[in-house]
């Protein structure tokens, strides 16, 4: 999985504890890189616990975990979905729809 923010990969094989950060942003489970983590509030672009505030989420089978205070609650699948743009013309409808970024 790429770092959310600048699309960077993991090169090294993680050993021992990575300096990559994960984290949960509109109900999906993101990484950020350790180059984004010095360079921007990382922690301002990501989900929240609702009892706690923490960051430190995962979000696995359908609902986000707090790893600071163990609160869970469901994804919403809703927000995990990312709306396509609507097609400015009719004519790019076709080509919209080939062109739609593949879900990682
Ligand atoms: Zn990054
Ligand atoms: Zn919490």
């Given at each position: 999985?790429p770092?959310?923010q600048c ?7 993680a ?10 942003r ?7 890189c ?6 921007l ?27 600071t205070?163990g ?7 809703g ?10 013309a ?8 080939v ?5 990682l």
């Open positions: 999985m770092c959310f699309g960077a990969r993991q090169s090294d094989p050993r021992g504890a990575s300096p990559w950060r994960r984290g949960v509109a109900d999906r489970q993101v990484l950020i350790p180059d984004c983590q010095t360079a509030d990382w922690r301002a672009a990501l989900d929240r616990c609702v009892s706690c505030s923490s960051v430190e989420l995962i979000c696995r089978l359908g609902e986000v975990e707090c790893r205070c609160h869970t609650r469901p994804a919403d699948p927000q995990a979905v990312e709306q396509p743009e609507p097609a400015a009719s004519g790019l409808a076709e080509e919209v729809r062109l739609q970024p593949r879900r």
